[in-house]
């Protein structure tokens, strides 16, 4: 929690966190205003639709310095050499950047007060949605984390992040070829059809299951990437 605690402080040090919420702010909210006007409908799916996608694009941008930017100033090593594990280092640098993540979720509130303001919203798909934007920007970030120690560089990083979250967002579309059996299988591995049903306000286990083991895997995945440079 030391850690986690240092990297949200390091974004709040640098216009980075700053631009990226005044980004995804504005864009958010002129997509509730524009969804709002055109539905006239006291409900929040479309938008929080619109929101997880605009994660796949900010997600990169915040998780590519984590380690990166780390090996290429040799903080690293520093780092390393205190008093924590490699378990620790990659779960602090996780729970930083989904620290900032349920910051900048933190104002959009203000669109279900909005709605509960001027009609009658129906909070059960509402607060799955919520869980569903939870649950998936856990995922992207566990992506930028494994991305991160890969490289020096931040910005190879933000792209293999970024390239793999978009390879597991459009797999999906290549569900409907092939047998069925390949048709199941590209369908489970699609982070669009595991998100469907949470605006909807349908929360399934086997959704919720396969967010927590991605994020499982991708965080010891990147713990054993951490772990190899001892053996460089």
């Not at 939870?134 to 992040?161: K, N």
């Amino acid at each position: 929690m030391t850690l986690a605690w240092r990297e949200l402080r390091l974004y709040f040090s640098s216009w980075m966190a700053y631009a990226v919420a005044a980004g995804f702010l504005a864009i958010s909210g002129l997509i509730f205003w524009i969804i709002l006007s055109d539905t006239q409908e006291a409900q929040l799916r479309w938008t929080i639709e619109n929101i997880v996608v605009i994660f796949l694009f900010i997600t990169p941008l915040i998780t590519m310095r984590l380690l990166a930017e780390e090996k290429r100033s040799g903080t690293l090593e520093l780092l390393m050499t205190s008093p924590v594990t490699d378990a620790q280092v990659v779960l602090g640098k996780f729970l930083g950047a989904l620290g900032l993540l349920v910051v900048l979720l933190v104002p959009t509130l203000v669109f279900p007060g909005v709605l509960a303001r001027y009609g009658d919203p129906d909070w059960g798909p509402i607060l799955s949605g919520y869980l569903g934007l939870f649950l998936a920007g856990a995922c992207f970030v566990a992506v930028g984390v494994l991305a991160s120690p890969v490289t020096e560089s931040q910005v190879v990083a933000g792209f293999l992040a970024f390239g793999t979250l978009l390879g597991l967002w459009i797999v999906g579309w290549a569900a409907g070829a092939g047998s069925a059996g390949a048709k199941e299988a590209i369908a489970y591995v699609s982070v669009l059809r595991h998100f469907a049903d949470f605006p909807k306000g349908l929360i399934q286990t086997k959704d919720v299951v396969y967010y927590l083991t991605f994020v499982a895997f991708c965080l010891f995945a990147a713990m054993r990437s951490l772990e190899s440079r001892k053996w460089r």
